[in-house]
């Protein structure tokens, strides 16, 4: 992929500055190149400090590794960010409803819009939550959806992540380590506020409370524990909420509640920020081995009880299969076009996208259908002749377990390298919330960043890096 | 004043012991420094007894003498603060004050947890390769001086709530333990016979047993002239002036304890044993304690603080 030919967040093809980063470049025009990259180590120190650390899956040492942060901030205008915004509210309205009706009445397999097959034979579709609505009607209390950009106005949703989206405590605190680091430059450019993500998200759990919880309802960040990955993240979120941070051995099902195990005895919770997956949620209905549920929890969530954020069952919509109709799950819920499109999708299931998909292997990327982080995928254009072929096995053995999509051309933003500038593929991961109250959007996101030059991979698990994302208050 | 519900005895249990965590590895600093001192000021065979000496109050001499035969600094030192083959050592203690730290990441401030964080990162550094002897006063101090940093953090940014009370508890609560250590094995020591004592012995090995405890010169500024074992012991025990005094750490718990009941609204049975533990130590003499023996009266004061922290543990549902 050469990314000359790509856009560019900050610079035009003629190599002028682009107004979204105008107050940007004045400021930085200004400074030593020398005290910028002596600023870089104090990121990394000040990220060191504030433990926002992760553990890489299948790494045995215990070493705790930062996700590289570059403190060139990507900038989105306010005139696109209101665009964007009307975009992802429409989508994640739609999702609520998409997963409220594939839980009862199932209008859009009934319409022939949409084939039962796909959720029929999809892991994360449970057969518990049919004919059951959770508290306030919501699915999808908080969603991340990842955002690609290809032109000036070429926007497109890479993926919708409706289980768990992970990555907020990166929003904030790269905001926090950019105006530590940078103070000056917020009062050149006036960006938009992040800070009050956690009070949002409290309020947007409480006000998705049970019936029977009092005026201030009791919320929890469930998480597996230390050991995990985000761990980081969840403590942080807990701590911000003013939230306890719960594992599965501190909760208790007694007299029809949730309880968890305090200093005082146990004490009802009413609202479960899981960050736990659906499969370990409670060993009496999924996984019997699971040691980091709550057996029980799902009679009691059946009995209206308790609040689980985000719902079981909702991972039916992360699946990349169900990702190829949204366009259609869209239109059908809301009677609008989508005003965010997807990244044209060949379903390999059906036969006639197969025989394309094989003819085109070295141009497509292939993504396995319930796969996420970047693992199990084929990147036609940058792999070996022999990985393709591999590939190709596989692909042929189980169609209906890929999706292919062409090789984006990534929008690029400047990172800064020894060497000054230097542009790399990014994305943008904006964060949802859901609740009777409202969709909420919080201005901004997460930017994951190809570290590796002309890498297209933004995973953190697989070398990416973020940066600070802005929008700009004008 | 808005009272909101209790904290997980999971996240009590982890701030009890990230605070007891910090606590030992200061005083194990402590005892490594008056060591090293003893050592350089005595012949070689002084400092050998003096370095067994420490480990014996560590509890560490078993397990040391699986590794090495014969008791030099360096290797003591070694040992206590980073040894792998030590899973007591100061390096572990560090590791596992911020591994707690991490488990009650959600009730201790960003500043606390920043500071055990940092103080994890520095010593961890400093604690990489060994410890040269021309560095061991440096590393010592800064084991003192992080720990101090986090009691810092803890006083300035804590409310005063029931983690507070978790936390001073269990830096309370260690702290009378390492005292009580201390004083009998440099006790035993230094007492070979009981016909010993009240007569006075050699300034430099009492000065030892101050320094252990950082006391020699609050010691010297209240008892200036005097150095008996009798008048050590009563500072070390019943001087409750003195922060590193049994009779200190113990008003110390009790108020802590007494935090925790009024926010609980009930006392329970570490509210017992408290009382009893604090009424055999308000009421004893220097003189009596002698009569008594030493010895006897540490050890038992060393199981009755054990038998505080798993009554706090229990009453407080620190395990399921």
């Known amino acids: 992929m050469n990314s000359e030919i790509c856009f560019d967040e900050m610079h035009a093809p003629d190599g002028s500055v682009r107004p979204a980063y105008a107050g940007y470049q004045e400021w930085l025009s200004q400074q030593d190149e020398r005290w910028m990259h002596s600023k870089s180590f104090e990121a990394e120190t000040f990220f060191r400090k504030t433990g926002i650390t992760f553990n890489v899956y299948g790494e045995d040492d215990a070493e705790e590794r930062l996700i590289p942060f570059d403190m060139v901030p990507r900038i989105i205008t306010g005139r696109e960010w209101r665009r964007l915004s009307r975009g992802i509210e429409q989508r994640v309205r739609a999702l609520n409803a998409f997963m409220h009706d594939l839980y009862h009445r199932q209008e859009i397999i009934r319409a022939g819009r949409l084939p039962e097959r796909l959720f029929r034979n999809n892991d994360a579709w449970l057969p518990q939550m049919v004919g059951f609505t959770p508290p306030g009607g919501v699915y999808t209390h908080i969603v991340g959806i990842d955002l690609v950009r290809t032109g000036p106005d070429d926007f497109m949703v890479l993926e919708d992540n409706a289980r768990t989206p992970s990555g907020v405590s990166y929003m904030l605190e790269n905001r926090e380590t950019m105006m530590a680091m940078f103070p000056e430059l917020f009062s050149h450019v006036s960006v938009r506020s992040v800070s009050d993500y956690p009070a949002r998200l409290a309020a947007s759990l409480a006000a998705c409370a049970p019936h029977g919880a009092g005026p201030k309802p009791s919320i929890a960040v469930l998480t597996p524990g230390i050991y995990n990955s985000a761990y980081f993240e969840h403590a942080f979120l807990a701590d911000q909420m003013g939230a306890e941070l719960v594992e599965g051995s501190d909760l208790r099902v007694v007299d029809g509640k949730v309880q968890m195990r305090t200093t005082g005895g146990y004490q009802p919770v009413d609202v479960i920020y899981r960050r736990v997956d659906d499969e370990f949620l409670d060993p009496l209905t999924f996984n019997p081995d699971s040691v980091l549920g709550v057996p029980g929890i799902m009679d009691v969530y059946r009995a209206g009880n308790v609040t689980i954020a985000n719902a079981p069952g909702t991972g039916v919509a992360d699946d990349k299969a169900i990702y190829s109709f949204m366009p259609e799950i869209v239109e059908f819920y809301t009677g609008e076009k989508p005003l965010l499109p997807n990244v044209e999708t060949w379903r390999c299931a059906d036969p006639d996208a197969l025989k394309y998909v094989l003819d085109n292997l070295a141009e497509l990327v292939v993504k396995e259908v319930h796969g996420s982080g970047g693992y199990g995928m084929l990147i036609g254009p940058t792999s070996s002749k022999k990985e393709i072929a591999a590939f190709r096995h596989k692909l042929e053995a189980k169609p209906e377990n890929y999706i292919a999509q062409p090789t984006l051309s990534l929008s690029t933003c400047p990172i800064l390298t020894r060497k000054g500038l230097a542009p790399r593929h990014v994305d943008l991961r904006p964060f949802v919330l859901c609740s009777p109250s409202g969709v909420d959007i919080t201005p901004g996101g997460l930017t994951r960043v190809a570290i590796k030059k002309g890498s297209l991979v933004v995973n953190s698990s697989q070398g990416g890096g973020t940066k600070d994302s802005w929008v700009l208050d004008d | ?320």
Request: neutral net charge; glycine residues 4%.
């Open chain 2, 1 to 320: 004043m808005a009272n909101r519900t209790h904290i997980l005895g999971r996240t009590a249990n982890a701030t009890f012991w990230m605070y007891r965590y910090l606590e030992r590895a200061e005083n194990t600093a402590r005892l490594l420094a008056a060591g090293q001192r003893m050592a350089l000021t005595r012949g070689a065979e002084m400092a050998s007894q003096e370095w067994a000496s420490v480990l014996t109050t560590l509890g560490l001499k078993d397990s040391y003498l699986t590794q090495y035969d014969e008791y030099t600094g360096s290797h003591v030192c070694d040992f206590v603060l980073r040894s792998k083959n030590n899973p007591e050592s100061v390096l572990s203690m560090m590791e596992r004050a911020r591994l707690n730290a991490r488990m009650c990441r959600s009730a201790i401030t960003a500043e606390v947890w920043e500071s055990v964080n940092e103080g994890w990162m520095s010593l961890r550094e400093l604690l990489s390769k060994q410890v040269r002897s021309a560095n061991l006063h440096e590393v010592l101090m800064a084991i003192r001086r992080e720990s101090a940093v986090v009691r810092g953090a803890t006083h300035g940014s804590m409310l005063r709530n029931e983690i507070y009370s978790f936390a001073r508890a269990g830096t309370f609560l260690e702290r009378a333990d390492n005292t009580a250590r201390i004083l009998d094995v440099k006790y035993y020591l230094l007492l070979p016979s009981l016909s010993y004592v009240g007569t006075p012995l050699d300034a430099g090995q009492w000065d030892n047993v101050l320094r252990s405890l950082s006391a020699e010169r609050a010691y010297r500024w209240l008892n200036a002239g005097r150095s008996d074992i009798r008048s050590i012991a009563d500072f070390l025990i019943l001087d409750d002036r003195f922060p590193r005094s049994l009779i200190f750490c113990y008003h110390a718990m009790r108020e802590n304890l007494f935090h925790l009941a009024q926010f609980h609204g009930r006392e329970g049975k570490v509210h017992e044993t408290m009382r009893e533990a604090d009424v055999k130590l308000s009421e004893i003499t220097v003189e009596a304690i002698f009569e008594q023996g030493l010895h006897e009266f540490l050890l038992g004061f060393i199981a009755d603080n054990n038998k505080l922290a798993s009554a706090i543990a229990e009453d407080y549902r620190f395990i399921a």
